[in-house]
């Protein structure tokens, strides 16, 4: 092993040990809702298609071959727009790369609700899939970058909220305006965010530490120094003494607090060949590699199932159940809901419960509630809108809760794109699972899709539990060195 003796390192030892001693203050909660809005919006995007598909089957003649190639294009560009805004945020910074995809997504969406056949719908949400996946896992790093380490599981899920609320506002939405108004004025109300993008780059500051990490030490203590001073005028109150530079940057915690959430053991210090990695060899040498393979297989076992279910449920129950559209659409809207209380029971939860704890065990009840469904015969809608919405509850927060694990795990110099593969293996799955779903439904085994589904999930459960390294109330440069 041996010790960082770069140039920067001071610069970076600093600024991390300066975010460890900041409370959390209205500087802190206005920009995660500057970014939480961008990504609602996103979400609300991503899902619009599953809602209006069941119209543009009609409208265009589609075949269940053309069905799912409109249902997955977007998510192919996702997975593209996820492995490309990942090196391109460690490069030019996060900031930038978040109010692009903003931009883009907005005029690919206004683009949308003018197409008259599928073949410009595709290309376009392609194109708008590269902005959604790209913006996604660069916020959810930014977002971690600003944070200290006590308590940062619910600092940051809090935030990350805003992406299952964006499903689920967006599916209570279109259960209204696609019965109503017709699919493309979903498509003209998700653009209007596009806007969003000035308001990004005016009032967002760039990443402290990767401003360090880039030997932009002047501006990244600039930067540093005006964050301070709002957190101060916030709060009212002096901010705590930075600790000394030879000190490991330990959380700022409350004294009352202190016993029940002291960090763990620091890590061993990075080896040579880990400092020296550059691009994706960094997310494939030393103790990164095994991290790298852990994560991608969460994202796709998590994605797979969550996907899997969620963008055929109004399909199915319109064919396989015979339901109207409207009913369709709010059985599946109550799947959405019930997926965004478990996101919240996890945002509350997970520093107490940790990481590992908490993907393991939501994904294990995501498979139990699948199984029991595949058991029973899914004979009624009600009767898969009861236990889909259970697994729904268990799978929306064990995947949330990767929003916040795959930052921690990355060095700075490597984070967005180590994010970003982990959402490149989302994207997979999100991708997989529907292809996989529609396969198994086009055979007319309905119990089939829970069992298969239930699979998956066991899979991921196990996963994590074996091999997921725990990263609650511990300083990113102490996890990732």
């Known amino acids: ?3 960082d003796t770069s140039p920067g390192h001071a610069a970076r030892a600093d600024i991390a040990a300066r975010f460890e001693r900041l409370p959390v203050s209205r500087w802190h909660v206005t920009v995660r809702l500057v970014v939480g809005v961008v990504t609602f919006f996103e979400a609300f995007d991503q899902l ?11 409208e265009w003649h589609l075949s269940d ?6 249902l997955t294009i977007g998510s192919l560009g996702m997975l593209v727009g996820a492995l490309l805004s990942g090196r391109l945020a460690d490069r030019i910074g996060r900031v930038k790369v978040i109010a692009l995809c903003v931009g883009i997504s907005g005029l690919s969406s206004l683009a949308l609700a003018a197409c008259e056949t599928v073949t410009p719908f595709m290309a376009l949400r392609f194109v708008q899939g590269l902005a959604i996946g790209g913006e996604v896992p660069v916020a959810a790093t930014f977002i971690s970058e600003i944070t200290r380490s006590f308590k940062r599981g619910r600092f940051v899920l809090l935030y990350e909220l805003v992406f299952p609320a964006g499903l689920t506002v967006g599916a209570v939405v279109a259960a209204w305006v696609v019965p109503a108004l017709g699919w493309r004025w979903m498509f003209v109300i998700a653009a209007v965010p596009g806007l969003l993008c000035y308001l990004v780059q005016r009032t967002v500051p760039e990443s402290p530490r990767w401003l360090a990490e880039h030997g932009r030490e002047t501006e990244a203590a600039a930067v540093m120094a005006d964050i301070e001073a709002k957190v101060e005028r916030s709060t009212g109150r002096p901010l705590p003494p930075v600790p000394p530079p030879a000190a490991p940057a330990t959380p700022h915690v409350p004294e009352q607090a202190r016993d029940e959430s002291a960090p763990p053991k620091a890590s061993s210090p990075a080896t040579e060949a880990e400092l020296a990695a550059t ?10 590699r095994r991290r790298t393979l852990m994560v991608c297989a969460l994202w796709f076992t998590g994605y797979f199932v969550n996907y899997g279910i969620t963008s055929w449920l109004p399909t199915i129950y319109e064919n396989h159940y015979k339901l109207s559209l409207s009913d369709a659409l709010l059985y599946s809207t109550v799947t959405s809901s019930a997926g965004l209380v478990g996101c919240v029971i996890v945002a509350l939860t997970v520093d ?4 590992r704890a908490t993907v393991s065990v939501f994904l294990g009840g995501a498979a139990a509630m699948l199984v029991t469904l595949a058991l029973l015969g899914a004979n009624t809608p009600v009767q898969v809108l009861v236990w889909s919405s259970l697994a729904a509850m268990f799978n929306f927060g064990a995947n949330i809760c990767l929003y916040l ?6 060095p700075t110099r490597s984070r967005a794109l180590g994010s970003s593969i982990g959402g490149a293996l989302n994207r997979l799955g999100i991708i997989l699972g529907p292809l996989f779903v529609g396969m198994v439904y086009a055979s007319g085994s309905i119990p089939w899709v829970f069992a298969m589904l239930s699979g998956v999930a066991l899979a991921g459960s196990v996963v994590a539990a074996l091999f997921a390294v725990e990263t609650a109330n511990r300083p990113l440069e102490e996890i990732s060195p």
């Open 1 to 3: 092993m041996t010790v």
């Open 48 to 58: 619009l298609i599953a809602y209006a598909l069941p119209e543009l089957r009609q």
């Open 65 to 70: 071959t053309d069905t799912t190639t409109v």
């Open 279 to 288: 691009g994706l060899r960094a997310l494939f040498t030393g103790r990164y």
């Open 352 to 355: 107490r419960l940790g990481r």
């Open 405 to 410: 694990y795959t930052p921690e795990l990355y």
